[in-house]
Nanobody
Framework: QVLLVESGGGLVQAGGSLRLSCAASGRAFSLYGIGWFRQAPGKEREFVAGISWNGANTSYRDSVKGRFTISRDNAKITVYLQMNSLKPEDTAVYYC?????????????????WGQGTQVTVSS
């Protein structure tokens, strides 16, 4: 079992930055691919970024490439999402998720494990 707790969301002006953290518990954390999803009001949940179990591979949706960076520290069992040059369209609830691999995370909308979400609001 992997428990995920997100933090770091908030209100920021367009062009600003936020860093989200996903703290995990569970010995299997280091074996999982970890990803960030987001869901805006009235829209479907979408994959934002993901990282493989050892950090060697990352993946991003096109709209955040060059602005967002995902990283993980397995010693601290934490995954981070650095978000720069934020835009109003980035406003959403951001969820941390874990699954067997990065490829699985990219292909699914129902990962094995979810956090409770953290709100990110970008004002124009």
């Amino acid at each position: 079992q992997v428990l995920l707790v997100e933090s770091g969301g908030g209100l920021v002006q367009a062009g600003g930055s936020l860093r989200l953290s996903c703290a995990a518990s569970g010995r299997a954390f280091s074996l999982y691919g970890i990803g960030w999803f987001r869901q805006a009001p009235g829209k479907e949940r979408e994959f934002v970024a993901g990282i493989s179990w050892n950090g060697a591979n990352t993946s991003y949706r096109d709209s955040v490439k060059g602005r967002f960076t995902i990283s993980r520290d397995n010693a601290k069992i934490t995954v981070y999402l650095q978000m720069n040059s934020l835009k109003p369209e980035d406003t959403a609830v951001y969820y941390c998720a874990a699954d067997r691999s990065l490829n699985t995370l990219r292909a699914t909308t129902t990962p094995l494990h979810w956090g409770q979400g953290t709100q990110v609001t970008v004002s124009s």
